[in-house]
């Protein structure tokens, strides 16, 4: 074998790919002498155009691909590449590299590729005997091997139309496989067999067409031609057999693979039903999402509406309560004078002008205490409607996380605990004394003396709130999760 480190390009060839007549070999011996070079002679015709990894190998008759070359040499560029031109060209093998034994071989022309393109007619590596110089034969069978050669032409003639019709055959197969799916990748092996098998047919059938054009030049080879012929016609009679059943499996096995592509197309149609399923629960879904969104917005926009109508409410009732005070500051110091004018009037009973004046400062004193009634009934009204207010906000969801950020609502002492507001009528004497002395933090225990300064004092109250970047409202610290449900609110929005 060639010892070239190269190796050269092959591949398992389709005889539809193949060309024989695209090189043309020359003076190609029937017999080489053991122990000798080789030359071997050729002829690029235009039908081809030599590339830099054509190759000449040297092939034993009967290959199957060309990968089973015997040893080859790298075909040399012709000088000049006029495609119009017929370019002789040579290859000399070393007696190294050739075959030992008496097998008939073949050169073969393959291009870069892996394809043949051309193929001589088969020689032998042995001495010329001589008794086949010359052989007599009489007339009689000669006749008969001319008989013979008739026979067996027709034979493969007949061979050939089958070998035709099943390469047709063959290739309707490879198409419908080509548009199966990529399962039907384990059957090339098959395809590749047959393929090669069809190879071997040609090769064959062309070696019987040049043993039979070399029968009227060496009659003394016909004998064992047609020996030759017989095994081969044996072996293609095989070979259809085999074609044949071969062809029923990929029928076969291309029914399997239809089935299998039906059935994969039935579940890619439940796969399909089930995913529109899916993307209408989603839209279904993000519908329901936005109306909650909506519905948020809408409850919040309430609390704030109520929480506005409470705000004014506790105005008015502060405002009330603050009348109610002045009110009793006034009935207090008439009932001082009340006593006084009793003392004076019991001391001066006599005098008319004295009765005269405390008849008005009781008639005073009951349009002042009609009055008094007047707001007690008012505040009760206002009160009323706070509760009413306050039971609609805790039957809201989330009021007790807003009722926690409203830093507004009055804590009622414990003596004054059934007061909403507290009592407007208590004395703010201790309220007023802590005040003069201590300013506290609204939000904490701590307490500043009276002289602290405004900034620090709002620094300190400052950190207690948190303060809505969008809209500035501002939420205790301690009811974080308010103030970024506020937060979430303006995401919304």
Known sequence: MDDNVDEPPTSAILLDTCHFSQVIF????????????????????????????????????????????YTFMWAPLPSSLDSDAVLQQEVQFKAYYLPKDDEYYQFCYV???????????????????????????????????????????????????????????NMDLQEELRKAQEKMKQLEGEVCFLQTESLKLQSALDQQAVELNAVQIDLASIKEKNMDLR???????????????????????????????RHL?????????????????????????????????TTLDQMDQLQSQVLSQEKEIENLACMDRDKTEQLEHL???????????????????????????????????????????????LKQENSDLLRRLSALPDYS?????????????????????????????????NMSSLKKCPWCTASFPEDIEESQYAVHVQSHLLECPICSQTFEESNKQVYEDHLFCHDLE
């Open 401 to 433: 996380s807003f009722a926690a950020a409203s830093p507004m609502y009055v804590q009622v002492p414990p003596e004054d605990a059934g007061l909403v507001f507290g009592n407007p009528y208590a004395s703010p004497k201790t309220s007023a004394e």
């Open 231 to 261: 095994k081969e016609n044996q072996e293609l009679r095989s070979d259809v057999d085999s074609l044949r059943g071969s062809s029923e499996k990929l029928e076969l096995e291309l029914n399997s693979l239809r089935e299998k592509n």
């Open 26 to 69: 020359t003076n190609v011996e029937k017999y080489y002498m053991p122990g000798g070079d080789v030359i071997c002679y050729y002829t690029l015709t235009k039908n081809i155009t030599p590339r830099r990894k054509d190759w000449v190998g040297i092939f034993r008759v009967g290959w199957k691909t060309t990968r089973e070359y």
């Open 335 to 381: 009932e001082k004078e009340k006593q006084q004018l009793h003392i004076t009037l019991v001391e001066q009973f006599q005098s008319q002008d004295l009765t005269k004046e405390l008849e008005e400062k009781n008639h005073l004193f009951q349009i002042l205490q009609r009055k008094k009634n007047e707001l007690d009934e008012e505040n009760q009204l």
């Open 111 to 169: 291009d870069q590729d892996g394809v043949v393109r051309g193929a001589s007619v088969p020689f032998q590596f042995r001495a010329e005997a001589e008794d086949d110089i010359l052989v007599v034969t009489t007339q009689g069978e000669v006749e008969e091997i001319e008989q013979q050669n008739k026979d067996l032409l027709k034979e493969n003639q007949q061979l050939k139309e089958s070998c035709k019709s099943l390469q047709k055959q």
């Open 265 to 297: 197309k039935e579940q890619n149609a439940c796969r399909d039903a089930e995913l529109h399923q899916l993307k209408e629960q989603s839209q279904s879904i993000s519908s329901e999402k936005e109306q909650l969104g909506n519905r948020l917005k």
